[in-house]
């Protein structure tokens, strides 16, 4: 016995806001409701500053979890290299666009990106807010870095206070999980636990810690801790408004160079053989089709699994009955189908909404995808997201098609 339902209607319902429980468990409805593109490999909230930082203080204050992931080039390069790390993003229950090279990108393909949401200015307004203060607890950082921070938080923020720091070393991630650790970060009581291990071994840490936090709010801010101890300084505004901080990062720390080096030459070649394609092909298709092809879904409920199918034009505008589906599969412990077979266009929307799938479901047999065709595959390859896709048959499965 199988239930069906059709929607077509295009219907974008608002997240709600957050619990007042401490540290409640992560909320599916807000996950599928965030307005998320894919740009080199990356989920980006398409968010400004100033929602980021109201958002980020609700949450701290009323306890909804909230893991924060700042990307940038490195992050992207990174993550096309390392799986473990492109799964904390995925995992990320926020994640905004830290460099200027993905706000380049994403303007060059369209996108609703318009502002950069860095790290550090996350920080510096959240520490310059009115108040109340949010308790911050800094882990790791360069020898005497965390503990300055602490010092000089305290004598000039008002909307972030110190409550402790641990400078971590350069032990392992083993030696740095330990139950003593996360005791002393737990009985700060604080709501925000900033970590600079490096990115990807920051990034490790939160994943294996951030269920073993008492904290709600969890970042890898690794140049927060040395702008606010004064070991590092920022570049000037004008700088950082022409996309050139990293010429004065190298000048502050030399030894970056290389890395800024090897990601800017992978850049070039994403940009020939990813971003430019992707970009000419969505303008030859709106001059070939200019009318989308309108979205439907229908819902079959088996034994075992919820079957989703989709047809037509998937995007960003039309992504609500999809976001609600995803929502209502999440919250219950059946497996997940998606049948893609006549999914005729995708935009960089949809493939960031299925990572956040990805990220929620995990990999099959929990979530399964089927019958994209080539198109729909060659879209996923142009963002960088290639490994969401990568294991989805090639045509539908017979209980899918029989469904419609």
Same mark, same amino acid.
Request: aromatic content about 8%.
């Given at each position: 016995?199988m239930?069906g339902?059709?929607?077509?209607a295009?219907d974008?319902a608002?997240a ?5 429980a401490?540290?409640?468990p ?7 409701q965030r307005?998320v593109?894919c ?11 100033d929602d980021?930082v ?8 009323g306890?909804q ?23 904390s993003l995925l995992?990320?229950d ?11 990108v ?6 609703p ?8 200015d ?12 949010l308790?911050v ?5 360069p020898?005497?870095?965390a503990e ?6 305290n004598?000039n ?16 991630l ?26 990807q ?11 073993r936090?008492?904290a709600?709010?969890v970042s890898?801010l690794?140049?927060v ?8 300084q920022?570049?000037p ?5 022409l996309?050139?901080e ?8 030399p030894d970056?160079w290389?890395?800024?080096?090897n990601d800017g030459?992978?850049?070039v ?13 969505m303008?030859?298709?709106? !001059?070939l @089709?200019?009318m989308?092809?309108a ?5 079959? &409920?088996? /034994?075992? +699994?919820? #079957?989703v199918?989709?047809r ?10 999809l976001?609600a ?11 997940l189908?998606?049948?893609l077979?006549?999914v005729?266009?995708v935009?960089?929307?949809?493939v960031?909404?299925?990572? !956040?799938? @990805?990220?929620v479901?995990?990999?099959e047999?929990?979530l399964?995808l &089927?019958? /994209?065709? +080539?198109? #729909?595959?060659?879209i996923?390859?142009?963002?960088g997201?290639?490994h969401v ?5 090639t045509?539908?499965s ?7």
């Amino acid at each position: 016995m199988m239930a069906g339902r059709d929607i077509s209607a295009i219907d974008r319902a608002a997240a709600a806001a957050p619990s007042d429980a401490a540290a409640s468990p992560r909320r599916w409805d807000a996950t599928f409701q965030r307005d998320v593109v894919c740009v080199l490999g990356v989920p980006l909230d398409i968010i400004s500053l100033d929602d980021a930082v109201d958002h980020i203080r609700a949450c701290g204050f009323g306890g909804q979890r909230c893991f924060i992931s700042t990307p940038n080039l490195n992050f992207a390069v990174a993550a096309s290299k390392d799986t473990a790390f492109r799964e904390s993003l995925l995992h990320s229950d926020l994640s905004l666009v830290d460099g200027m090279p993905l706000v380049w990108v994403a303007r060059c393909l369209g996108l609703p990106i318009r502002e950069r949401v860095s790290g550090a200015d996350l920080f510096e307004r959240l520490a310059a807010h009115p108040g109340p203060a949010l308790r911050v607890f800094f882990f790791g950082g360069p020898p005497g870095a965390a503990e300055q921070a602490c010092r000089r938080l305290n004598q000039n923020a008002t909307g972030a206070h110190a409550v402790g720091f641990n400078a971590a070393g350069f032990g392992s991630l083993d030696d740095m999980s330990a139950g003593p650790v996360v005791e002393q970060i737990n009985g700060s009581g604080a709501h925000f636990v900033i970590v600079a291990l490096g990115a990807q071994k920051g990034q490790a840490w939160i994943e294996r810690n951030r269920a073993r936090l008492s904290a709600p709010l969890v970042s890898h801010l690794g140049a927060v801790v040395n702008f606010v101890a004064g070991h590092v300084q920022r570049a000037p505004e004008r700088v950082q408004r022409l996309g050139m901080e990293w010429l004065w990062r190298i000048k502050e720390q030399p030894d970056l160079w290389r890395r800024y080096w090897n990601d800017g030459a992978l850049l070039v070649r994403w940009m020939i053989g990813r971003v430019v394609p992707l970009r000419a092909w969505m303008l030859w298709r709106r !001059l070939l @089709r200019p009318m989308p092809v309108a979205p439907r879904l229908h819902v079959a &409920h088996l /034994p075992d +699994a919820m #079957v989703v199918t989709l047809r037509g034009d998937w995007c960003r505008e039309a992504l609500g009955p999809l976001r609600a589906v995803l929502s209502e599969a999440a919250g219950s412990s059946s497996m997940l189908r998606l049948d893609l077979a006549d999914v005729t266009w995708v935009d960089s929307a949809f493939v960031g909404l299925i990572q !956040l799938a @990805r990220g929620v479901y995990g990999a099959e047999p929990r979530l399964s995808l &089927h019958g /994209p065709s +080539a198109a #729909v595959r060659r879209i996923f390859r142009l963002c960088g997201a290639e490994h969401v896709i990568a294991r989805a048959t090639t045509t539908s499965s017979p209980s899918n098609r029989n469904l419609v």
